[in-house]
Every structure is written in structure tokens, then in C-alpha cells.
């Protein structure tokens, strides 16, 4: 209940909160804590990651946009007698 309380107090939103949760403060199943300087280097990763995702669902998107664009334009070229 405190939680719910302190989280709507600091205005954080439910996607903030599972975003926060998802952050890793663990190396290995030993229970070791990462250092400030394992913390980094993981994070530097997970975000080139993150951006490597997001290129491809870019290029995706873009892909499927082009494919549309190619059938809208097939379809008034056959409605043309």
C-alpha cells in the first residue's frame, strides 16, 4: 500500500513502474551486486539493444508502407481501362 501511495505521489506512470522493475541489479544467480561500473557497461548494452530493435521495426514499417504505396498504385493503374 505504501508503494501505490509513494509511486502516485511521484507521478509515475504503470509503464515507468514495469520499466523500472525490468532494470537487473543482479550479475549471476550468486546474488553478486553489479558494480557502478558492471551497472554501466549493462546498461550501455541494453540500450544499444533497444535501438537495434527499434531500427528494425523502422525499417519494417517502412517496408510494409512501401508495399501498400506499390499495391495502391497497382490497383488504380487495373481500375484505368
Known amino acids: 500500500m505504501a508503494t501505490r501511495l509513494a509511486i502516485s505521489r511521484l507521478g509515475i506512470t504503470r509503464s515507468m513502474e514495469s520499466t523500472r522493475g525490468a532494470t537487473r541489479y543482479f550479475s549471476d544467480g550468486k546474488g553478486r551486486v553489479l558494480s557502478e561500473e558492471e551497472r554501466a557497461a549493462e546498461n550501455v548494452y541494453i ?30 493503374t487495373e481500375d484505368k481501362p
Open 47 to 76: 540500450q544499444k539493444m533497444e535501438r537495434e530493435r527499434l531500427e528494425k521495426l523502422k525499417q519494417k514499417a517502412e517496408k510494409e508502407k512501401a508495399a501498400k504505396e506499390k499495391e495502391s498504385a497497382e490497383k488504380k
